[in-house]
C-alpha cells in the first residue's frame, strides 16, 4: 500500500511551520491547563468534524473535531483538536534531509536537486525510553520517535530518471528524532534527527505500517515481498499481482542489479533505541515472508498477529518461544470457515489454524546466505500438469501448480510462506488486509480490508461474501484453548477463533460519483488501513487509503457507545498513515499521525486544478509529506488517559 501517520497530545510546537492552515485552523501553541495527569478517566467521546468543503481545506491537513473527557470525579472537560506538524519529508533538520534515501555505502541517493527523499511517511512510534536524557532542559526526559519511509513514489529529477513511477524501485529508510517534551503543556519538538542505517542487512525494503512492541521497541514491517520464483528467471503466473522491481532496487542500492537476493525483504525489522540515544536493528526471518502490514503483539507478549496486505492473500499468527522476543517459534496459517450467509456483507466466519513450522532467524537466515532458490524448494506449473503429485494455489502471485520438494517443508514455510500456506489448505483469498490491533481489557483483536472484492467475493472457495469497495473491519474473538489443524494445541492464551464484522464499520460504496467525485459516502469508513486501539481512551483509531474518496480521513471509534467521529482530513490525495495511540507519557495522551503523497488523485473533483495548484504550493510540488500529532487549538496537551 501506499501510506501515512498521528498522535493525539498534548501540543504543538513544530520543528516546521505547517503550510498556511485554512482560516480557523489551528497551528497549536499555549501554555497547557490540562488535567493532572493523575486524575482518572470515566470516558472519552469524540465530536466529529464535516468534511473539508473548500478548495483550501481539501488541499490541507486539519482538523475542527472536538473530544470530550469525563473524569471518574464527575468532571468533564472538552478539548478543540488541531494537527500539529513535527517534521516534513525533504526538510533539513541539523544538515540530515527527512526522509532522505542513502546506497549500501550510506552515501545519499541524489538526483539534479540533491538528496532523493521520500514521499511516504508511514509507521511511526512515539516511544518513552528509560534514561534517555532531554536535549532541552525545560523537556522531559526520554522521548524519541521512530518513523519508517515507505517509498518515493514521485520521479526524481534529472535525465537519468525515466519512469514515471518509482514506487518499490528505490531503496526505502528510516529515521530516529530525539524529542522534546515540554513539561508544563507536553507539547512535542524534533531536537535532533538521523538516519538508521539498513546496510548490513541489503537495504530496507518497502516498510508499511508499524507498532511499538510490549517491550517497547518499534516492529517494522516490509510489504509486497519480491517473487523469488521471476527473480530466479521463471515466468510469472498470467494473473500475478505481483508489480515491485526489486531490479531496479538493487540497481541504486548496490550498483548492481542482480545483488539484492529476495529472500532477504518481506521479513520483520525489529529497532530498539537505547538510553544513550543509539539504535539497534534485527531482522527477523522467524515470522515468515509476506506483504506484511505490520505485527501486533497481544498482552502475552509472544502471540504475534500479521495481516498479509494485497490481492489473494492470508492471515498469519505467529507463537513465539519465549516472551519479548521474536527470533524462534511457531508460525500459522488461518483458514476461514463462514458462517455467515453467502453474499453476506462483511460476514462473520469461525477461524482454525494450519500448522506451518518452527523456525529460528539464524537456522532460516542461514538458508538463505547459503543460497537457497525458489526451484530448490517448489517445483511448478503455470497450467494444470494432469499429476496429482501438484497442488493448485491461488495466491498473490497468481494461480500455480506447485509440488513441494523433499526436505524443503521449513524453507517454504518462512520463505515461500503464502504460497506453502495456500499448499496447505490455508485461506489466501483475503483482499486488501491491513492493520490488526488489540483491546487487553476485552481480550479482542481488530483487522481491517481495504476492499472486499475478489477472492473475498466470489462464489468459489472459503469466503464468499458480498463485494464492498469501502471496505471492512472485523472484532476477533480470542480464545486460550486451541488447536490446530492436526489436533495439537497452541502454546497460546490469545488465539483468534471468530472473526465477525462490525456493522458501523463497513463501508458505503456507489458505483457513481457524486458532484465532488466521490464513490464513497462521506459518513462512514472507507478504505480502512491503519488500526491502533487506546485502551484509555476505549476508541479505535482508523486511517484510510482509499482512490473512491478524494480525501482520506482518520476516524475515531468508540467500542463501547458504537460512535462513529471523523477527527481529521488529509490532503486530496493522500494516504492517512502511522497511527499510534499513547495513553500516558509524562501525563500527557498522544495519537500520532502522518500522512503520504500528497495529491496522487482527485482530479475527478471539479474543483481540481485550483486544489492541485494549493498542493503544490504547500507541499513543495507533491514532494512534502507530514510526521505529526493531534494536539488542541490552544496548545494544551490533552491529559493522560488512565483509568
Known amino acids: 500500500m501506499r501510506k501515512r501517520s498521528l498522535i493525539l497530545s498534548a501540543t504543538t510546537a513544530a520543528v516546521a511551520t505547517i503550510a498556511a492552515a485554512p482560516a480557523g485552523i489551528s497551528q497549536g501553541a499555549g501554555a497547557s491547563q490540562s488535567a493532572g495527569p493523575t486524575e482518572r478517566v470515566r470516558s472519552v467521546e469524540f465530536v466529529g468534524m464535516a468534511p473539508p468543503a473548500t478548495p483550501r481545506q481539501k488541499a490541507s491537513v486539519y482538523t475542527t473535531a472536538k473530544v470530550k473527557v469525563t473524569y471518574a470525579t464527575g468532571t468533564t472537560r472538552t478539548y478543540t483538536l488541531a494537527y500539529n506538524q513535527l517534521m516534513a519529508t525533504g526538510q533539513r533538520i541539523g544538515g540530515k534531509v527527512v526522509g532522505g534515501l542513502f546506497d549500501s555505502r550510506n ?22 525510553v528509560p534514561g534517555l536524557a532531554a536535549a532541552n532542559p525545560t523537556a522531559n526526559n526520554g522521548l524519541a520517535l521512530v518513523t519508517q519511509y515507505e517509498y518515493r513514489g514521485l520521479r526524481p529529477a534529472g535525465p537519468g530518471f525515466t519512469e514515471d513511477d518509482y514506487w518499490s524501485k528505490l531503496p526505502a529508510t528510516m529515521s ?36 511499538l512492541s510490549p517491550w517497547n521497541t518499534h516492529l517494522s514491517s516490509e510489504e509486497y515481498e519480491p517473487d523469488a520464483k521471476t527473480r530466479e528467471g521463471l515466468p510469472a503466473a498470467a494473473d500475478s499481482d505481483d508489480a515491485t522491481d526489486i531490479s531496479s532496487f538493487s540497481k541504486y542500492f548496490f550498483g548492481n542489479p542482480r545483488a539484492a537476493n529476495p529472500y532477504n525483504y518481506g521479513i520483520v525489522p525489529e529497532v530498539v533505541v537505547r538510553s544513550d540515544g543509539s539504535r539497534g536493528v534485527k531482522m527477523h526471518y522467524a515470522l515468515g515472508r509476506i506483504a506484511r502490514e505490520l505485527v501486533d503483539v497481544q498482552p502475552d507478549r509472544r502471540t504475534a498477529y500479521m495481516g498479509d496486505d494485497g490481492a489473494f492473500t492470508g492471515f498469519f499468527l505467529f507463537v513465539a518461544d519465549r516472551r519479548n522476543d521474536l527470533s524462534s517459534g511457531t508460525l500459522y496459517a488461518g483458514k476461514w470457515h463462514q458462517t455467515s450467509a453467502a453474499g453476506s456483507n462483511g460476514g462473520a466466519a469461525r477461524i482454525s489454524w494450519i500448522k506451518l513450522g518452527h523456525g529460528t532467524d539464524s537456522e532460516i537466515n542461514a538458508l538463505v546466505k547459503g543460497g537457497i532458490k525458489f526451484s530448490d524448494i517448489f517445483a511448478v506449473r503455470l497450467s494444470d500438469p494432469h499429476d496429482a503429485s501438484f497442488t493448485k494455489v491461488h495466491t498473490y502471485t497468481g494461480t500455480e501448480w506447485l509440488k513441494l520438494k523433499p526436505g524443503k517443508a521449513k524453507a517454504a514455510a518462512f520463505l515461500e510462506t503464502r504460497r506453502y500456506a495456500a499448499y496447505r489448505g490455508a485461506t489466501t483469498e483475503f483482499n486488501k488486509f491491513e492493520g490488526t490491533t488489540h483491546n487487553a481489557a476485552d481480550k479482542k483483536a481488530y483487522v481491517v480490508m481495504s476492499r472486499v472484492e475478489d477472492g473475498m467475493a466470489d462464489t468459489e472457495g472459503d469466503i464468499k461474501l458480498a463485494e464492498n469497495k469501502g471496505g471492512a473491519t472485523y472484532r476477533l474473538d480470542l480464545t486460550s484453548s486451541a488447536t490446530d489443524e ?10 483468534v477463533n471468530r472473526m465477525t ?138 491529559p493522560a488517559m488512565t483509568r
Open 107 to 128: 552515501k545519499p541517493l541524489m538526483d539534479a536537486k540533491g538528496q532523493i527523499a521520500s514521499t511516504a511517511p508511514d509507521g511511526t512510534s512515539l516511544i518513552k
Open 176 to 211: 530516529l528524532a530525539r524529542i522534546n517534551q515540554n513539561k508544563d503543556t507536553g507539547a512535542l519538538a524534533v531536537a535532533a534527527y538521523n538516519t538508521i542505517s539498513f546496510a548490513a542487512f541489503g537495504g530496507l525494503w518497502i516498510p508499511c505500517a508499524a507498532s
Open 486 to 495: 492436526g489436533g495439537n494445541a497452541i502454546a497460546s492464551n490469545y488465539v
Open 501 to 638: 464484522a462490525i456493522p458501523a464499520l463497513l463501508g458505503k460504496y456507489h458505483d457513481t460519483e457524486d458532484a465532488n467525485g466521490n464513490r464513497c459516502v462521506q459518513n462512514r469508513v472507507c478504505g480502512g488501513d491503519n488500526l491502533k486501539f487506546s485502551e484509555g481512551m476505549r476508541t479505535l483509531f482508523i486511517g484510510e487509503d482509499t482512490g473512491y474518496r478524494n480525501n482520506n480521513y482518520v476516524w475515531a471509534y468508540n467500542v463501547d457507545t458504537g460512535k462513529l467521529s471523523r477527527i481529521l482530513s488529509v490532503p486530496m490525495g493522500a494516504e492517512a498513515t502511522g497511527l499510534q495511540a499513547v495513553d500516558n507519557y509524562n501525563g500527557s495522551a498522544y495519537i500520532m499521525s502522518n500522512f503520504q503523497h500528497p495529491g496522487d488523485g482527485g482530479d475527478s473533483d471539479p474543483d481540481w486544478p485550483q486544489i492541485e495548484a494549493m498542493i503544490n504550493s504547500m507541499w513543495n510540488n507533491k514532494l512534502k509529506a507530514a510526521i505529526g500529532y493531534i494536539g488542541t487549538t490552544s496548545g494544551d496537551a490533552l
